[in-house]
DNA sequence: ATATGTCACTAAATCGATGTAGTAAATAAA
DNA sequence: TTTATTTACTACATCGATTTAGTGACATAT
């Protein structure tokens, strides 16, 4: 009932010939050594019939490419980065690479596991959106040099290929949008990291909020336990203050959270409070108000990771300058998580 | 600048010995074969200081195993999925293997690319949410005798070990509670799949719709198309249905379709249009009205299949019995999306 | 007749581990 | 003293591919 895995040693066997001889057949340089026709069909259909196919770790130990890529995430339950995944995959897909996901959970520790397993199993590169502390690892795989992009956020002192928003305009433009809608006393609620994206964020929020010499509110929750306390966080904000009138979350799972508590306090969007979620979410569209939201331009920074990590798969030896692309964010403007204006009209 | 890998060969021409002392004690079998302890602690320290770590692709040519299980399923950006794979991960990581996750986005092919790709690098198990046409496949699977375990549906006619909801049980209940709550045209909405979750609920529905002597009403949708077309459908089912009371969805994406459909026909939830999803969704406890789910008990269909897959791996030779495991489903009552009874009281 | 060149293949080294079957030296048993 | 046993290692085949450097047979050139 077992059956063996047929190896290319057997096929070379069973057609009395030498292993070479398939080897060359198989990976189409028939011509190019002159191996004759006749052979190269019978050893093309025998190995049709035998349903062989090689053993890929064979041959990934043997050249040192595994046509695989991996991509490291925060979380594939995020829709931002389910998103990217879907998107990453498509386009490596089409280009004869497999891609393989990684959740590094934003922590240092897990990302590293899962960067040594990859490695040591020789994916020909990584896009990694890396959690903090991890700067020797990639400074590592940097050295050995193995084809990395990073995307959504990096670190200011190692020079990558990488692929970010332009978070600080997009933060600036949110908080801009609410100041403009009336809404004075808006808050920040973001989570405690000093990833760029997070601080750019940060950077954005502050830099309206002072032009227009507003106060500002800073609530910065650990991102391990936001699904623990986010909205008992958030709920004691509004409590203690109960001039805000404005939220602006750094990312979609904390408006969700937000929003979860904005409901629980029975205040409603946006008359009570205006809410704007930095990153988009599917059901943003759906909830009643539905949310105003700062959206990355997924797809295209998709392409660009992709093709960044192409490049220098296929730079063969030359040098070749890192290089750093930064796509500008959209505003999904949806009136009613925001509408003080008309609503006060 | 860039670093040759060291292998196990450099270590042991650094120290002088052999090869294969090398491996015994990298291994922890210096006991064992009777390697003296001071030989010993000199390679764990000189290992130590070099950063040597092993070839896991060349351990793994050689041993057979990879200690690396492969996930299959639907779609990563899917809450169920997304959260099964949480769970199995965390699961599998504290017995000390990997796990690598593959969306097969429900079809054949892609599932079929990613076990032969998976296999080729012979990863130490499966499991598998299978999409149709993919018996074949399995069947190879389990003749070469791969660990795996199906989960969410199954083929009747292949005898493997697995885990599932019991569907039909669960959809049953789900329009008995609409009926109960004095909903009388109760359309079913669901994808064009045989797969038995999706048949199960089917045969759910219709039990209960002729247990009262009820019309049925089913729309089965494409799978593949869900993300076009799904909201048209249910729009032009209800439009040409003004009968209709009540919505079943087969799947917890078809319910956002439909709520997006209720929406643009300024129907009311759950005074025109009563809702109850298959598979609960983070947001319907956000939503207004929030939607009532039938929800999978999926931590311990996790832990189920954890347990199967490790039993398999660990039993070394003797046949061993396949077993089914079928958990029931719960009923996360929110009464607001199905209320018609209090409504018009 | 000898050298040169093609043609159609093949032997064997290699990638980096594991693990079986040994060996040489020291010690114990007869 | 000879044999058996133990101790502390090591040589080498192996996993299943790729790839370099040949080889033998035949044709053509000089």
């Given at each position: 009932m077992k059956k063996k895995r047929v190896s290319i040693k057997d096929i070379a066997a069973q057609l009395n010939i030498s292993i070479t001889t398939v080897s060359f057949i198989l990976n189409g340089k028939s011509k190019e050594v002159g191996i004759s026709t006749a052979l190269t069909e019978k050893v093309l259909k025998h190995v049709e019939e035998t349903g062989y196919k090689p053993n890929l770790l064979a041959k990934s130990l043997r050249t040192g490419k595994t046509k695989i890529i991996c991509l490291l995430i925060e979380?594939?339950?995020d829709p931002f980065f389910a998103t990217v995944a879907g998107y990453v995959e498509e386009l490596f897909n089409q280009r004869g690479y497999k891609i393989i996901f990684g959740s590094t959970k934003n922590q240092a520790a897990k990302t590293r596991e899962l960067i040594d397993l990859f490695r040591d199993r020789h994916v020909d590169g990584f896009i990694i959106a890396p959690s903090e502390k991890l700067e020797a690892d990639i400074t590592n795989l940097l050295n050995e040099s193995i084809p990395l992009v990073l995307f959504d956020r990096y670190y200011k002192e190692i020079e990558t290929d990488r692929v970010t928003t332009d978070n600080y305009e997009g933060a600036y433009n949110a908080v801009k949008l609410l100041i403009d809608q009336d809404y004075r006393n808006i808050a920040l609620i973001t989570i405690?990291?000093?990833?760029t994206q997070m601080h750019d964020r940060l950077l954005g929020y502050e830099k309206a909020i002072s032009e227009y010499g507003l106060k500002p509110y800073t609530v910065k929750m650990n991102y391990q336990k936001v699904e623990q306390t986010a909205v008992e966080e958030i709920t004691q904000l509004l409590t203690q203050n109960p001039d805000i009138d404005a939220l602006f979350f750094g990312t979609n799972y904390l408006t969700l959270k937000g929003l979860q508590a904005i409901e629980e306090l029975n205040l409603s969007v946006p008359g009570d409070i205006g809410v704007i979620s930095f990153d988009d979410h599917d059901v943003f569209k759906l909830l009643k108000p539905n949310i105003t939201a700062v959206a990355q331009p997924i797809a295209k920074m998709s392409e660009e990771m992709v093709n960044l990590l192409l490049e220098q798969i296929d730079v063969t030896k030359a040098e070749r300058t890192k290089r750093q692309v930064v796509v500008p964010s959209t505003m999904h403007v949806r009136d009613s998580s925001i509408k003080k204006i008309n609503h006060n009209a």
């Open positions: 979380n594939i339950a405690d990291s000093e990833q």
